[in-house]
């Protein structure tokens, strides 16, 4: 069966860091279009972060610009999201998601991607 799986939330205090994974099964992460988004409590799904399929660009939310970091390692068929200074307001649960179309600049926007996994939970709290 073709899925995603996430992995690596946990509970951090403000300040601190965490590395998401997302990993896949049955496919190659590195030909698709990867993006990472979150969902808080209440809130609607948002889009935080993406890297294009055909030359590796990143794409970030502006409320995290400097703080996360996209990026694959293809040998271990992995796409990471390290988040650097996490704030309170980073709480939420953490999705990826994959798109098979070819992008330089790849879109922030859930309703690009088709195939989801079932989230990760980041609490960010002292």
């Known amino acids: 069966q073709v899925q995603l799986v996430e992995s690596g939330g946990g509970l951090v205090q403000p300040g601190g860091s965490l590395r998401l994974s997302c990993t896949a099964s049955?496919?190659?992460?590195?030909?698709?279009?990867i993006g990472w988004f979150r969902q808080a409590p209440g809130k609607e799904r948002e889009g935080v972060s993406c890297i294009a399929n055909i030359d590796g660009r990143t794409t970030y939310t502006d409320s995290v610009k400097g703080r996360f970091t996209i990026s694959r390692d293809n040998y271990k068929n992995t796409v990471y999201l390290q988040m650097d200074s996490l704030k309170p307001e980073d709480t939420a649960l953490y999705y990826c998601?994959?798109?098979?179309?070819?992008?330089?600049?790849?879109?922030?926007?859930?309703?690009?991607?088709?195939?989801w996994g079932q989230g990760t939970q980041v609490t960010v709290s002292s």
């Open positions: 049955r496919f190659a992460l590195n030909s698709y279009t």
């Open positions: 998601a994959a798109d098979p179309r070819e992008y330089f600049i790849c879109p922030v926007d859930e309703r690009t991607y088709g195939l």
